[in-house]
């Protein structure tokens, strides 16, 4: 099912820092050094989607082992990725994925990998051997001088080149042409692809004057003091607060294709580069690079999400890393040339780290020590390739967190065709959709506002989360800290915000600040009438651990195994497992632990108004009297089109013979109507659209959403209301149920509920809303809904007049 | 849409130039894939680049051999896409496509010889010969020369599916007699027929007698192409609840009332209702018998896009649904000839409607919840369900998404096994329901020496059970029922599974069909022998 959303998967790679000078373009650091290899050792354990890719792509590579010499096992797969640079075939060897799929025991023909030629195994080889390719390396590219012939991966360990300067197979070189693009794509989204990997850059240059930013918004260095996408507790970055501060150069969209041509670099750039930067490079001191000036940095992530969800995976990295991790970068280009300056350091710490041939690994912990560029990189990728909050800062003054929002929530229940994601908090209360939201009353942008009646769920103990605000004393700390003081899971901001006196306002702010930075939850409020069930969803391969934690948490309580098969059989509210009014407390911050694991979720019920054909034919009766008393009250026909003349007529007729009462002669010219129906003349356009109901008189129907109800439906609604017995029988009856309401009131009750509730009776608007939305008793709320034919639980066995149940309702998270 | 395609070689004089494209201007002549040619290091990889809105794909070749100038030929044949289009499927595309004109190129230098001017020529007709074909039909055959022809077809990538599991109940979507020949693999064309949305895949294996792991990988196959649905091992203890879909699907969709109604009602089944009592304990209720025949006719009535099995449309033209014969009949209170009444049209129908309309049959469905088994929901709803087939009824809710079935999961604690209580209390009144693992597989054999009392003991428990708070985490599961069933085990079991064996099933990974799936017994047998498992046992439904 394509409609499941899924987590974000980070599909990271590696992360390259090109900057391009007058001398041309140079790979100055990327990270990992040796991208794949340590990801492989990684990732394997994750489980999943890696461990199937893995064997995706050893199959494909047995699948390609006839063509290529070497290719024909997985450990020779394994072994060339971890020697990674040595050697013209490389990670990028075999890892199509063009027939995602079954195991190569297919059996017809069917299969899309069938008709597909063998593949090559390597980036860099072309068709043939290596043999052949070292051939076409030496011997062609008229352009290649020395410098880059020397870059050969195939001259083995034996060269000088050191390790650090090729990535995944491919010598730098090519890395500088292929990464560093024409002026065409400033600020724009710069996407290549080879093979399976994307590589995604936001490319910055430096404007005509010289200048990385605009002059006239230089004065804006201080950091925003509110909420702005920043992270929890740290200095909200600065470039947060001034996004789109330079109008983006509009993309020449007019432009052929042939533009791209600019896009890359052509020969001759390159020509030019290798003609002048190599040298440059090679062996020129510090003395002439003093008076270079960076013209563009381009930093680019190397993703390989899977082919099926290549758009996703990439959208995700470049709108929540890539763009802001640029933006960061540019702005403190502009302020202090941080970039250039950084790069020229870790240049001058590589060269000479090559003149002293020292390991690659020495020479990346020196770079990660010694150069806050090196380190901030390093955090990236080691924090969002796990999917973490990455907390980076660039110089004492700036710092920036970074992250790919995780999923929170998902409504859907996987099958088991589905990829899950077990532990995964399944429920339909989401905090920021409209369907929430039936009187749209809220400013409904996402991650921005919260809906004032939810409640905030911490993911941490309080002491430890306001320890980390403390700790990091970002502005918004102490006020962070207060309200974190001040929340429970049991109130909503609302009332949180009248008992506290902090302003709803500040309380969604806050809350949704908490939410984005993976602190939080909003849920709706947790309330011992609730219902809650052991999700369907929760995962179950960690009991064991879960166990073990829930024991050092509640020491002297049912265990968590216990705990959710108390909570698996038959549902019923919470308060029904509290033991004891003094153990309220506890089995809330009980209940509130097994929320956040997932392993509970409420179930809500929804409900939906059922008109029955009873109704339906009042209504009908009625519709067709009015229309009949119109007709007469128009008086003299001949003032009538013809038209309408005989369509009156036939309504007439119709209702001529169902006012005889007689309902299977209604009935049974059922069948006879259906021509005039398509009458073509029709003007009655009214009489018409019921006589189309006509068929479906005799089957009774939902009312889909009662608050734009069309005209016919306000009619049944209309009809059912009147129904409704107000004679004191049925308010005994009630009574008897609900012994603390007056008998007037309860007679009243539904009557005057009616209306109030109608508009949640939409099927997608659950009912444990409707208390704390209209700020209502939900004993009386549940009452008045029982007696509107709700039926959860042992209590809707009450003696109930048929013509208030009109409900229909199902429960569901 | 292929937005153009375009051929570019690196030329030893001009360097690198597109020499033909489609449509004509589309690139203007530049040298920009020279990117492509000069990095040797990329050569023979998929490239891609996004610009413009566009994305381009090339996979450019660099071909050696004496006859060429410079010693090398290098070619490049790219496809241009809009950016945001799925690019998935023209990779393979792009791949052949440099395949072949590889392989052409080393025959008879084709490539290297087409001297035509842009526009023109064998290469330029063959890019747009392509282009057009791919774009209107999705494949393509151009013939080349007499040896070769281009063959290309498009095919969408479907996601991997899971490994299937033992317990697993697949069925078909389409009529598998349509398109399986008699080239198809041995094994698939073993298991096909006992595909039947009745049987797991362990008794699949076992009546085609066909390799347990070779069966999973074959149905494995049919999931990858969108054949079969997966469902669970239906039966009447299972517990079914409504998902987060039930509104926006079934609440909503009166299309799909009628496509349920038409499924499940027993009007349309294919063979009449003619009970192998072999199947059924005679006390059942008529509908269990009913699931027995309809269960082989479900592999021949294809859950298509809607639910229309052919054999059934010989008696009722699809094409028309009149609204009252398509609604299940209400089940006669005590007459039973009302149900074979062809006429619905009786002067009582507005007040005592004699059908199950579509918002009864939604209501039958938000009936169905956590903690309630099929049978106790039967129970409750016996008269409205008279003349609809139970089995296809769940799997209907099933395989559109709005019902999931709730599993059991055992989960042993440290605690010792607390001692059976007395019978405190008696079986509630359900024990007419049918026999527990009636459909499971491995109750066929065990059936004939049912009693119901067991089953009834274990749902009657969690029913008792439902109201009192106390009970903590035994209650709803029935290990608490005490005497009378373990008594009765006693005298008729044959072999107890090890309670080592069982331990590794005891974490809460392993949903009761798999336990009882793999240690081929039924689930009453496993309630049962649970209980007498030394350490207390816990059971989560989820």
Same mark, same amino acid.
């Given at each position: 099912m394509s409609s499941i959303a899924r987590p974000p998967d980070p599909c990271l790679v590696a992360i390259i820092l090109i900057v391009?000078?007058?001398?041309?373009?140079?790979?100055?650091?990327?990270?990992?050094?040796?991208?794949?290899?340590?990801?492989?050792?990684?990732?394997?354990?994750?489980?999943?989607?890696?461990?199937?890719?893995?064997?995706?792509?050893?199959?494909?590579?047995?699948?390609?082992?006839?063509?290529?010499?070497?290719? @024909?096992?997985?450990?020779?797969?394994?072994?060339?990725?971890?020697?990674?640079?040595?050697?013209?075939?490389?990670?990028?060897?075999?890892?199509?994925? #063009?027939? /995602?799929?079954?195991?190569?025991?297919?059996?017809?023909?069917?299969?899309?990998?069938?008709? *597909?030629?063998?593949?090559?195994?390597?980036?860099?080889?072309?068709?043939?051997?290596?043999?052949?390719?070292?051939?076409?390396?030496?011997?062609?590219?008229?352009?290649?001088?020395?410098?880059?012939?020397?870059?050969?991966?195939?001259?083995?360990?034996?060269?000088?080149?050191?390790?650090?300067?090729?990535?995944?197979?491919?010598?730098?070189?090519?890395?500088?042409?292929?990464?560093?693009?024409s002026r065409s794509w400033h600020k724009r989204r710069f996407e290549v692809g080879i093979n399976d990997l994307a590589l995604i850059g936001w490319p910055v240059f430096v404007r005509e004057d010289g200048s990385w930013r605009k002059q006239r918004r230089k004065k804006q260095k201080k950091p925003r003091a509110e909420w702005d996408g920043g992270e929890l507790g740290h200095n909200d970055s600065a470039e947060e607060g001034k996004k789109d501060e330079q109008p983006?150069?509009?993309?020449?969209?007019?432009? #052929?294709?042939?533009?791209?041509?600019?896009?890359?670099?052509?020969?001759?750039?390159?020509?030019?580069?290798?003609?002048?930067?190599?040298?440059?490079?090679?062996?020129?001191? !510090?003395?002439?690079?003093?008076?270079?000036?960076?013209?563009? /940095?381009?930093?680019?992530?190397?993703?390989?999400?899977?082919?099926?969800?290549?758009?996703?995976?990439?959208?995700?990295?470049?709108?929540?890393?890539?763009?802001? /991790?640029?933006?960061?970068?540019?702005?403190?280009?502009?302020?202090?040339?941080?970039?250039?300056?950084?790069?020229?350091?870790?240049?001058?710490?590589?060269?000479?780290?090559?003149?002293?041939?020292? #390991?690659?690994?020495?020479?990346? #912990?020196?770079?990660?020590?010694?150069?806050?560029?090196?380190?901030?990189?390093?955090?990236?990728?080691?924090?969002?390739?796990?999917?973490?909050?990455?907390?980076?800062?660039?110089?004492?003054?700036?710092?920036?967190?970074?992250?790919?929002?995780?999923?929170?929530?998902?409504?859907?229940?996987?099958?088991?065709?589905?990829?899950?994601?077990?532990?995964?908090? !399944?429920?339909?209360?989401?905090?920021?959709?409209?369907?929430?939201?039936?009187?749209?009353?809220?400013?409904?942008?996402?991650?921005?506002?919260?809906?004032?009646?939810?409640?905030?769920?911490?993911?941490?103990?309080?002491?430890?989360?306001?320890?980390?605000?403390?700790?990091?004393?970002?502005?918004?700390?102490?006020? =962070?800290?207060?309200?974190?003081?001040?929340?429970?899971?049991?109130?909503?901001? &609302?009332?949180?915000? &009248?008992?506290?006196?902090?302003?709803?306002?500040?309380?969604?702010?806050?809350?949704?600040?908490?939410?984005?930075?993976?602190?939080?939850?909003?849920?709706?409020?947790?309330?011992?009438?609730?219902?809650?069930?052991?999700?369907?969803?929760?995962? =179950?391969?960690?009991?064991?651990? &879960?166990?073990?934690?829930?024991?050092?948490? /509640?020491?002297t309580y049912p265990s968590l195994p216990k705990m959710l098969s108390t909570l698996s059989g038959?549902?019923?509210?919470?308060?029904?497992?509290?033991?004891?009014?003094?153990?309220?407390?506890?089995?809330?911050?009980? $209940?509130?632990?097994?929320?956040?694991?997932?392993?509970?979720?409420?179930?809500?019920?929804?409900?939906?108004?059922?008109?029955?054909?009873?109704?339906?034919?009042?209504? *009908?009766?009625?519709?067709?009297?009015?229309?009949?008393?119109?007709?007469?009250?128009?008086?003299?026909?001949?003032?009538? @089109?013809?038209?309408?003349?005989?369509?009156?007529?036939?309504?007439?007729?119709?209702?001529?013979?169902?006012s005889s009462s007689s309902l299977d002669s209604h009935g049974s010219g059922d069948e006879t109507p259906t021509a005039s129906r398509l009458d073509p003349h029709a003007r009655l356009r009214f009489s018409h659209k019921l006589l189309d109901q006509s068929t479906a008189l005799r089957l009774s129907s939902f009312i889909l959403s009662p608050h734009r109800a069309s005209p016919l439906e306000s009619r049944w609604l209309?009809?059912?209301?009147?129904?409704?017995?107000?004679?004191?029988?049925?308010?005994?009856?009630?009574?008897?149920?609900?012994?603390?309401?007056?008998?007037?009131?309860?007679?009243?009750?539904?009557?005057?509920?009616?209306?109030?509730?109608?508009?949640?009776?939409?099927?997608?608007?659950?009912?444990?809303?409707?208390?704390?939305?209209?700020?209502?008793?939900?004993?009386?709320?549940?009452?008045?809904?029982?007696? $509107?034919?709700?039926?959860?639980?042992?209590?809707?066995?009450?003696? =109930?007049?048929?013509?208030?149940?009109?409900?229909?309702?199902?429960?569901?998270? | 849409m292929i937005k153009a395609i375009f051929y570019s070689k690196f030329d030893t004089i001009e360097g690198p130039k597109v020499v033909h494209q489609v449509p004509d201007g589309a690139i203007v002549p530049s040298p920009q894939r020279a990117l492509t040619t000069t990095l040797p290091h990329l050569l023979g990889c998929l490239l891609l680049l996004c610009t413009n809105g566009y994305r381009i794909l090339g996979y450019p070749i660099c071909m050696k051999s004496v006859r060429y100038d410079r010693n090398e030929f290098i070619f490049n044949f790219c496809i241009v896409l809009a950016e945001e289009e799925d690019f998935s499927t023209y990779k393979s595309v792009v791949q052949k496509l440099a395949d072949l004109m590889h392989g052409l190129e080393e025959q008879n230098g084709f490539l290297s010889r087409d001297f035509s001017k842009s526009g023109e020529g064998k290469v330029y007709s063959l890019c747009e010969m392509l282009m057009e074909d791919l774009n209107n039909y999705c494949e393509c055959m151009i013939p080349i020369d007499e040896l070769n022809t281009l063959n290309i077809k498009l095919f969408p990538i479907y996601p991997s599916p899971p490994p299937v599991k033992a317990w697993q109940v697949p069925l078909f979507t389409l009529r598998y007699q349509a398109f399986m020949d008699e080239n198809w693999d041995l094994t698939m064309q073993r298991i096909v027929p006992h595909i039947n949305g009745v049987n797991s895949v362990r008794i699949i294996s076992v009546l085609a007698d066909t390799d347990f792991s070779l069966t999973c990988r074959a149905l494995r196959h049919l999931l990858y192409y969108g054949c079969?649905?997966?469902?669970?091992?239906?039966?009447?203890?299972?517990?079914?609840?409504?998902?987060?879909?039930?509104?926006?699907?079934?609440?909503?969709?009166?299309?799909?009332?009628?496509?349920?109604?038409?499924?499940?009602?027993?009007?349309?089944?294919?063979?009449?209702?003619?009970?192998?009592?072999?199947?059924?304990?005679?006390?059942?209720?008529p509908n269990p018998s009913a699931h027995g025949s309809t269960s082989d006719s479900t592999g021949t009535a294809p859950l298509s896009s809607s639910l229309t099995d052919p054999s059934s449309s010989l008696t009722r033209e699809e094409s028309r649904f009149d609204a009252e014969e398509i609604w299940p009949l209400l089940g006669a209170d005590e007459d039973p000839s009302t149900s074979t009444s062809t006429s619905p049209t009786t002067p009582n129908t507005l007040h005592k409607p004699a059908i199950v309309d579509g918002a009864a049959l939604v209501e039958l469905y938000a009936s169905l919840k956590q903690g309630q088994s099929v049978k106790q929901w039967y129970a409750a709803h016996s008269r409205s369900l008279a003349n609809i087939d139970i089995r296809r009824f769940i799997t209907f809710g099933v395989i559109k998404g709005f019902l999931y079935r709730v599993h059991k999961y055992a989960c042993a604690t440290s605690q010792p096994a607390p001692p059976p209580r007395a019978s405190s209390f008696t079986p509630t009144a359900l024990s007419s329901r049918g026999t527990t693992g009636n459909n499971t597989p491995y109750a066929v054999s065990s059936v004939s020496e049912d009693a119901p009392i067991s089953a009834a003991t274990r749902r009657g428990s969690s029913r008792e059970r439902a109201g009192s708070v106390v009970s903590g985490g035994r209650n709803g599961n029935g290990n608490g029922s005490g005497g009378p069933p373990s008594a009765f085990w006693e005298e008729e079991e044959q072999e107890e599974v090890g309670d080592e064996v069982l331990a590794k099933y005891l974490d809460g990974t392993h949903c009761f069909d798999q336990i009882c799936t793999e240690l081929e017994m039924s689930e009453r047998e496993l309630t049962a022998r649970l209980k007498r498992y030394p350490w207390e046992v816990l059971i989560i439904h989820r």
């Open positions: 391009r000078s007058r001398t041309g373009p140079r790979l100055v650091f990327h990270y990992p050094p040796n991208p794949l290899s340590e990801n492989r050792i990684k990732t394997t354990t994750k489980g999943g989607r890696r461990v199937s890719r893995n064997r995706t792509r050893s199959k494909n590579t047995d699948s390609s082992s006839s063509s290529e010499s070497g290719l @024909s096992s997985d450990e020779d797969e394994d072994e060339r990725e971890t020697q990674s640079h040595a050697g013209g075939s490389s990670v990028l060897a075999g890892r199509r994925a #063009s027939n /995602f799929g079954l195991d190569d025991h297919l059996p017809a023909a069917a299969s899309p990998a069938a008709g *597909e030629p063998q593949r090559p195994g390597s980036l860099g080889s072309g068709r043939g051997s290596s043999a052949r390719k070292r051939a076409a390396a030496t011997e062609q590219d008229p352009e290649d001088d020395a410098g880059t012939a020397s870059d050969r991966p195939d001259d083995g360990p034996g060269s000088s080149r050191p390790p650090w300067e090729s990535l995944l197979g491919v010598p730098g070189s090519v890395w500088e042409k292929l990464l560093s693009p983006v150069t509009s993309p020449d969209l007019g432009a #052929s294709v042939a533009s791209i041509a600019e896009s890359l670099t052509s020969p001759t750039d390159s020509k030019r580069g290798s003609g002048s930067g190599r040298p440059g490079k090679q062996d020129e001191s !510090l003395d002439p690079e003093d008076k270079d000036h960076m013209t563009m /940095f381009n930093v680019v992530f190397v993703v390989d999400p899977p082919l099926l969800e290549y758009s996703m995976r990439v959208k995700e990295i470049y709108e929540n890393i890539i763009k802001k /991790f640029a933006k960061a970068l540019k702005w403190e280009q502009a302020r202090t040339d941080y970039v250039w300056k950084e790069s020229q350091h870790i240049l001058q710490m590589r060269r000479r780290a090559r003149e002293t041939k020292t #390991s690659t690994n020495n020479l990346y #912990s020196e770079l990660i020590s010694q150069s806050s560029l090196a380190r901030a990189i390093y955090t990236v990728y080691s924090s969002i390739s796990t999917s973490k909050i990455a907390s980076v800062s660039l110089s004492p003054d700036v710092s920036i967190s970074l992250q790919i929002p995780p999923l929170t929530s998902t409504p859907y229940l996987t099958g088991p065709m589905d990829k899950a994601y077990p532990g995964l908090w !399944l429920t339909t209360a989401d905090s920021a959709t409209p369907v929430d939201d039936p009187s749209a009353d809220e400013n409904n942008t996402p991650h921005q506002v919260l809906a004032k009646h939810f409640a905030l769920l911490l993911l941490d103990s309080e002491a430890a989360i306001i320890k980390d605000v403390e700790a990091s004393g970002g502005a918004l700390a102490p006020a =962070l800290t207060h309200y974190i003081r001040c929340s429970k899971p049991t109130k909503s901001f &609302a009332q949180i915000s &009248a008992s506290s006196g902090i302003p709803l306002s500040h309380i969604q702010m806050l809350s949704s600040h908490l939410v984005y930075w993976r602190r939080a939850r909003a849920i709706p409020p947790i309330h011992q009438r609730d219902t809650y069930i052991v999700s369907p969803n929760c995962d =179950l391969s960690k009991l064991e651990i &879960a166990t073990i934690a829930y024991q050092t948490a /509640f020491p038959t549902p019923r509210p919470y308060s029904n497992f509290i033991p004891s009014k003094d153990h309220k407390e506890i089995y809330f911050t009980i $209940l509130a632990w097994l929320l956040r694991g997932g392993w509970v979720t409420q179930l809500r019920t929804f409900a939906r108004i059922k008109v029955s054909p009873e109704i339906k034919m009042a209504v *009908e009766m009625a519709l067709r009297k009015e229309e009949v008393e119109r007709y007469l009250s128009k008086g003299n026909p001949d003032s009538i @089109s013809v038209d309408e003349d005989s369509d009156s007529g036939d309504a007439n007729d119709d209702t001529h013979s169902s209309d009809e059912i209301f009147s129904r409704f017995p107000d004679d004191p029988r049925t308010a005994q009856g009630a009574e008897n149920a609900s012994p603390d309401v007056s008998p007037n009131d309860s007679q009243a009750l539904h009557k005057k509920y009616w209306p109030v509730f109608l508009k949640y009776f939409n099927g997608y608007d659950a009912m444990e809303k409707i208390p704390v939305r209209e700020n209502l008793k939900r004993k009386l709320v549940w009452q008045v809904l029982m007696r $509107l034919g709700l039926t959860t639980g042992p209590l809707g066995a009450m003696d =109930l007049d048929t013509r208030e149940q009109v409900l229909v309702s199902v429960r569901h998270w | 079969l649905f997966i469902l669970d091992i239906f039966s009447f203890s299972a517990i079914y609840a409504p998902t987060a879909q039930f509104i926006p699907t079934i609440g909503s969709d009166e299309a799909m009332q009628l496509e349920c109604a038409r499924y499940i009602n027993l009007r349309f089944a294919p063979h009449p209702p003619t009970g192998p009592s072999s199947l059924s304990p005679p006390t059942l209720i």
